[in-house]
């Protein structure tokens, strides 16, 4: 199979490039580089730098490479500041699939897995089925949710198949660390938290213990970014093989609060923690019912949190050394 992974030189694109190329395909990286890092860049993927707001970036990969499937992650994906620049969100979320599709549909191909997220289901909390109310929060979760509307109608019109999957928390490195999430900005609990116990930052501020949960701070579904990347994997060689397209959430069917999360972390080296007032926008509790992806694509998690905390240390370590 021959992937063009647009988006491949970031975080979670750069992780499924890795699983691509162990699961011995073909792979071909489309990124602007705008968050992403030619040092993510698998060295055995072929990379075309370009912008997919650009329809003549894109059609020169098309021009040259013939391509079964392509995978998307060249998103924005930072909440508030799709709050403050929503016509940037909408650029580059929105138009940049549009242009990417219309493409696609020029040079017939028809298979794409599209990177969603958890954010289109909004304010709901408990535990998120692909079939719950979709009504997003902010423009980052609206833009995603108008994406997988458009690639529904593509598909509807043009003949097109997807998987589209929906990511609730992922985190970690993949384990030769060679990759891992490099921001420098970060603001994510394990990689903040992370920070904490290698002298990156004074303390963790957990952001409320007032939640209707067992000890008061938020529950959220953290998954792997290896196992995420691996799915997409699945889903790849399943509409290969001419399967039709669904909507799969991405997470691990349970879930831990801040408290449990600051604890692993607190067991590989102590962390100082203070409790904060909440954050807007923070639903108590979100957890990903993953029984679809788990039946469709045969697709079974195995990494634990712990391992998670672990292989993102590891890599911040790592990185941090220069
Ligand atoms: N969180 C926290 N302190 C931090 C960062 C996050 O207490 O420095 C909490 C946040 O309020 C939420 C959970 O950790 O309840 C996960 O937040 P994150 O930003 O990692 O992901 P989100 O669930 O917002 O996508």
Known sequence: MRVLVVGGAGYIG?????????DHQ????????????????????KFYKGDIRNKEDIASVFKQEKIDVVMHFAAKIVVPESVKEPLEYYHNNVEGVRTLLEVMNEYNVKKLVFSSTAAVYGEASGVCKETDITMPINPYGETKLATEKMIQWVANAHGFNYVIFR???????????????????????IPVAIQG?????????????DYPTKDGTCIRDYIHVSDLAYAHVLGARYLNGGGKSEIMNLGS????????????????????????PRRDGDPAELI??????????????????????????NYRKKISNR
Do not use: C
């Open 167 to 189: 990511y609730f928390n992922v985190a970690g490195a993949d384990q030769s660390l060679k990759i891992g999430l490099m921001k420098d900005q970060l603001t994510h609990l």
């Open 197 to 209: 116990i290698i002298g990156l930052r004074d303390h963790l501020t957990i952001y409320g213990n």
């Open 26 to 45: 073909e792979v071909i990286i489309l990124d602007n580089l705008s968050s992403g890092y030619m040092e993510l860049v698998h060295p055995e993927a």
């Open 253 to 276: 069917n349970s879930g831990y609060t801040v408290l449990e999360v600051a604890q692993a972390v607190n067991e590989i080296a102590p962390l100082k923690y203070i409790i904060g």
């Open 14 to 22: 750069s992780h499924t490039v890795y699983e691509l190329i162990k």
């Open 288 to 313: 990903a019912s993953n029984d679809k992806a788990r039946n469709i694509l045969k697709w079974i998690p195995k990494y634990t949190l712990k391992d998670i905390v672990l292989s993102d240390y």
